[in-house]
């Protein structure tokens, strides 16, 4: 019924995300586009503010390969493994280059709703008595119009650009995912354009079959770029496990920037897309992420109606 | 590290002071029903409890899950375990807003890089703000899960450089400054938190007093009343009637080797 | 793991809904509660706030019943027949013994979305240059904080009582729907007891197969009725169609206020519970309603992860 | 009521006023990507215009449907043939929130009880509001469709009570008091709409001017000026190149009377 939005990263990226942009890779935990940060870097943009809840790893190669001006997040670590040693590196001592704008999870996930609904600020009951609004004073006071007191408010947040990861779209960019949904819908409404990276394509019948499945309508979506493997080392419910193991090297790789710059050269600038990484990771690391079985939803009917 | 001590029926392994740490915490969620499991060693007593005292207890991760049953701790606290076989599965903004702000939950479960003696935490920075020493991971979900869970529980190891007489920074409110203040602002503001209810160190169990401040109820095996004083900042609340941290059994000991940490990620 | 919340409607209703209580039976066009709205006539409750986005056919029945002193709502008709007679009886004219509190759609939606969230107040860009923040002084004014402009505000509207009807839940109250979600899920987190109606009480292991299906979990349901038929004339996706003919045949009989009672009196006070009134509608007409063939959604995989 | 014209090739069919008001309506939407459907005539010109001149639009129910597919006219417009088959099912908070007051649609259809010359709409009450001559069903989402929508169009039966110089209630802006103010309003309250661009009754066809002001740009067949006169409470704008409006097709007719409304619900 559209015109198919399906796209190389290469030409995605390219066409799409402009130096000096705010991009959002948003996914928590759970899908998110290490081929889109990886296809950033390759194409050396510039200045960008980048916007995510939880920056993980992938802002992290993303920021010591220079890409960024600025992060705008909520929490700042590697999960379950430590800090974001790139990220440290340019905001402690007397070297903070990189500007931060500072929010706790509620507080991203609001601004990415009051963006998406056009509503000049979300309020939410976070942070009274806490150092936060101090450290960053979008975050305000707002009296309640019935005389019952005051809570806080965040600010819009628009992405120029806004990435997510999922299971299946079809060429038009109608997008389902399953398991942790995250803010990517917020996001993806909330932005300019949008870049959707499946595992799979599929036909627009697999969509309407089940549309209570749908988190994104192609109405916003303006590239469909498909790439098996594109979440890795994260991960993506039903089809591939999260990589620990590659979270715990990143440890180790990070807080040595002369490591960091080599992984950079070999799985990033060295490499020309998703599918050449893949193969260097190998058929045994990533048979070893497989699901240990499967875990099927069952079917439901929605009847047909004439 | 490592300390001999005999259970309760017969000899009891030796066991680290991680162990009995996260062994203390889960005890403590004996009879909660909702559970906000955070990032780290929370997330290793909470599924402990899960298979010990509190088999009913609904797990709550930010990730938007809702009654997980994790067959595997998951590293990070978003997994693919922690979705498969739930209850429900929601977006971030269900379940901030209408879980955690909508007060269903009993227990928010928080580490912390330094608290002080009223349970204020800080998770933000080390140092000042704009050019801090050390640059932590900052709220995540804490500041609002301190303000609206129904009590808080925290985990961490003592030392003097987390205990602290003043907080770097407040990511998270505990009882501000005492009891009274606390209150006042909860009643103004209409939190639904009533704030910190116990924290559960490597040496001990503190609950809070009437005071707002927290007061060292039990002492871990092998801990020193000593070695508590040596790690916080400031001259601390002991109860009159402290007690023994009752050891932890083969059973618990054996989930957290076995099943929950086999890697020795969080006891070592 | 959680002990049965199974309930006959009579004993949830007996236990649950109070004179005077404010009660939402919510479900746009879909999956409206009809035998809950029948049981509380039946069991003559009175003095009740009746909020409901469209009060539809229900609402007209029990207003016609005298258990209600005031409706809430955005929507006041009988979807593409005309209007709600019996209402428009006490709400017209000089005997305008029904109060009225009118919002428009959205403004409804983000009331239940307040309640939920436990917000004082909700902000949405409606109602601009309209007569209805005059007609109803609780939709307030409220300016931003980034000094961008006044938005408008509603307050928080949290029922004593939500019931809401479903495809399926579990004994616990674990709730899944497909198709049309309406404000479900905002008016369940909203209330203080949730009465949830079923067409098919299926085991916990059917809920947990498809957690991203489920829109209410049951921490916040007290009592689960199945109620097979128990939306007619309203429909369940997938298991019945909209009974239009009854819609239409209701502006007939609600012309008539004696009309009116002695279809009160066959339908709803003579008859004991929906399995009397699914049989006396009779075989025939239910089949009528039945889908004209399947539509299944497909299964997806969520893996196995140990 | 209905009148005999020769078709475009060869004879027409006879054709009711509202089988015209219909078919003037759905041709309106040619080239529109996305569109609100509104309840009752709304829910019918969309649904022939995409059969006919937009095949490609997207539909929009507020019931929480993107890309509806319905496979036989839904007498309300919550129904479950606008589920089974389409892109997107959502919630209402997130119809209203992300696709309308988000700027997502392009066309907001409504029908109206009452509309004044610069196309405020009243479909709350006719008389006081406390105390009705008639209780209408009240804005439903019409009050946002008109402030977020890119632009509205409006189909309604032409009369003395419709069209009138005064609404007794504003349920839904127009142009309230013309183009300036309405200008004004919107850049200022940084509405997304630009307000009505069309209104299409059984007499005619009518778009706004620089004044923001209906004007008749099109006199359907059978229809007078004096008609015209006769059914509305103010002078209206009557355009110099006033012309007639095309009569339905035999196809047209068809999708109304075999597919659409072979009851005759909304045409007779």
């Given at each position: 019924?559209?015109?198919?939005?399906v796209?190389?990263?290469?030409?995605?990226?390219?066409?799409?995300?402009?130096?000096?942009?705010?991009?959002?890779?948003?996914?928590?935990?759970?899908?998110?586009?290490?081929?889109?940060?990886?296809?950033?870097?390759?194409?050396?943009?510039?200045?960008?503010?980048?916007?995510?809840?939880?920056?993980?790893?992938?802002?992290?190669?993303?920021?010591?390969?220079?890409?960024?001006?600025?992060?705008?997040?909520?929490?700042?670590?590697?999960?379950?493994?430590?800090?974001?040693?790139?990220?440290?590196?340019?905001?402690?001592?007397a070297?903070?280059?990189?500007?931060?704008?500072?929010?706790?999870?509620?507080?991203?996930?609001?601004?990415?709703?009051?963006?998406?609904?056009?509503l000049?600020?979300?309020?939410?009951?976070?942070?009274?008595?806490?150092?936060?609004?101090?450290?960053?004073?979008?975050?305000?006071?707002?009296?309640?119009?019935?005389?019952?007191?005051?809570?806080?408010?965040?600010?819009?947040?628009?992405?120029?650009?806004?990435?997510?990861?999922?299971?299946?779209?079809?060429?038009?960019?109608?997008?389902?995912?399953?398991g942790?949904?995250?803010?990517?819908?917020?996001?993806?409404?909330?932005?300019?354009?949008?870049?959707?990276?499946?595992?799979?394509?599929?036909?627009?019948?697999?969509?309407?079959?089940?549309?209570?499945?749908?988190?994104?309508?192609?109405?916003?979506?303006?590239?469909?770029?498909?790439?098996?493997?594109?979440?890795?080392?994260?991960?993506?419910?039903?089809?591939?496990?999260?990589?620990?193991?590659?979270?715990?090297?990143?440890?180790?790789?990070?807080?040595?920037?002369?490591?960091?710059?080599?992984?950079?050269?070999?799985?990033?600038?060295?490499?020309?897309?998703?599918?050449?990484?893949a193969?260097?990771?190998?058929?045994?690391?990533?048979?070893a992420?497989?699901?240990?079985?499967?875990?099927?939803?069952?079917?439901?009917?929605?009847?047909?109606?004439? | 590290m490592?300390?001999?001590?005999?259970?309760?029926?017969?000899?009891?392994a030796?066991?680290?002071?991680?162990?009995?740490?996260?062994?203390?915490?889960?005890?403590?969620?004996?009879?909660?029903?909702?559970?906000?499991?955070?990032?780290?060693?929370?997330?290793?007593?909470?599924?402990?409890?899960?298979?010990?005292?509190?088999?009913?207890?609904?797990?709550?991760?930010?990730?938007?899950?809702?009654?997980?049953?994790?067959?595997?701790?998951?590293?990070?606290?978003?997994?693919?375990?922690?979705?498969?076989?739930?209850?429900?599965v929601?977006?971030?903004?269900?379940?901030f807003?209408?879980?955690?702000?909508?007060?269903?939950?009993?227990?928010?479960?928080?580490?912390?890089?330094?608290?002080?003696?009223?349970?204020?935490?800080?998770?933000?920075?080390?140092?000042?703000?704009?050019?801090?020493?050390?640059?932590?991971?900052?709220?995540?979900?804490?500041?609002?899960?301190?303000?609206?869970?129904?009590?808080?529980?925290?985990?961490?190891?003592?030392?003097?450089?987390?205990?602290?007489?003043?907080?770097?920074?407040?990511?998270?409110?505990?009882?501000?400054?005492?009891?009274?203040?606390?209150?006042?602002?909860?009643?103004?503001?209409?939190?639904?938190?009533?704030?910190?209810?116990?924290?559960?160190?490597?040496?001990?169990?503190?609950?809070?007093?009437?005071?707002?401040?927290?007061?060292?109820?039990?002492?871990?095996?092998?801990?020193?009343?000593?070695?508590i004083?040596?790690?916080?900042?400031?001259?601390?609340?002991?109860?009159?009637?402290?007690?023994?941290?009752?050891?932890?059994t083969?059973?618990?000991?054996?989930?957290?080797?076995?099943?929950?940490?086999?890697?020795?990620?969080?006891?070592k």
């Amino acid at each position: 019924m559209s015109s198919s939005k399906v796209a190389t990263m290469r030409d995605a990226v390219g066409a799409l995300v402009r130096d000096g942009d705010t991009v959002a890779i948003e996914g928590f935990t759970h899908l998110i586009s290490f081929a889109a940060g990886h296809e950033i870097i390759r194409q050396r943009r510039r200045d960008l503010v980048l916007a995510r809840m939880t920056p993980d790893v992938i802002y992290d190669q993303m920021v010591a390969a220079g890409v960024a001006r600025k992060l705008i997040f909520s929490w700042l670590g590697n999960p379950g493994v430590g800090g974001l040693h790139a990220i440290r590196r340019v905001t402690e001592g007397a070297d903070t280059s990189l500007e931060l704008e500072e929010y706790s999870h509620f507080g991203m996930v609001a601004r990415y709703a009051a963006g998406a609904a056009n509503l000049p600020f979300m309020p939410l009951r976070s942070y009274f008595e806490t150092d936060l609004p101090v450290a960053n004073p979008l975050i305000r006071l707002i009296e309640s119009p019935y005389g019952d007191g005051t809570v806080y408010a965040v600010p819009p947040l628009k992405p120029d650009v806004t990435v997510i990861h999922a299971q299946r779209a079809d060429a038009a960019g109608n997008t389902q995912v399953w398991g942790l949904l995250g803010c990517q819908k917020e996001a993806a409404f909330a932005a300019d354009r949008v870049i959707v990276v499946v595992e799979e394509l599929v036909d627009e019948a697999v969509i309407r079959a089940d549309p209570n499945r749908t988190i994104v309508p192609g109405i916003v979506v303006d590239a469909v770029v498909v790439e098996p493997w594109g979440a890795h080392p994260s991960y993506v419910q039903g089809r591939y496990d999260r990589d620990n193991r590659f979270y715990r090297d990143w440890d180790a790789i990070s807080r040595d920037p002369a490591a960091t710059d080599q992984w950079l050269r070999d799985w990033v600038y060295d490499l020309d897309g998703r599918a050449a990484y893949a193969e260097k990771l190998g058929d045994e690391r990533l048979r070893a992420l497989l699901p240990s079985g499967p875990a099927p939803s069952g079917v439901v009917d929605y009847g047909e109606y004439r | 590290m490592a300390v001999e001590r005999p259970g309760g029926a017969g000899a009891a392994a030796a066991f680290s002071k991680s162990e009995m740490m996260i062994v203390a915490a889960a005890r403590e969620l004996a009879g909660q029903r909702v559970c906000f499991v955070g990032v780290g060693l929370p997330n290793i007593a909470v599924n402990l409890a899960k298979r010990t005292v509190a088999p009913d207890m609904e797990l709550v991760y930010e990730a938007g899950v809702f009654g997980a049953r994790p067959a595997r701790l998951p590293l990070s606290i978003g997994d693919p375990t922690i979705v498969t076989g739930a209850t429900a599965v929601t977006s971030m903004w269900e379940l901030f807003a209408f879980y955690l702000q909508g007060g269903l939950i009993d227990v928010g479960f928080l580490g912390a890089a330094q608290i002080d003696r009223f349970g204020n935490i800080n998770t933000t920075v080390i140092g000042e703000y704009a050019h801090p020493k050390t640059r932590l991971p900052g709220s995540g979900g804490a500041c609002e899960i301190a303000i609206n869970a129904r009590q808080i529980f925290v985990i961490m190891r003592q030392s003097a450089r987390s205990f602290v007489e003043r907080i770097d920074f407040r990511t998270s409110p505990g009882n501000l400054g005492g009891a009274e203040k606390a209150e006042r602002i909860r009643r103004e503001q209409g939190w639904l938190g009533r704030g910190p209810s116990v924290v559960v160190t490597d040496l001990g169990i503190w609950h809070f007093d009437e005071t707002g401040e927290m007061r060292l109820d039990f002492l871990h095996p092998g801990a020193t009343l000593d070695e508590i004083r040596a790690t916080l900042g400031w001259d601390p609340h002991i109860s009159p009637s402290l007690a023994p941290t009752p050891v932890p059994t083969p059973e618990e000991l054996r989930l957290i080797r076995d099943e929950l940490d086999p890697e020795g990620m969080y006891t070592k």
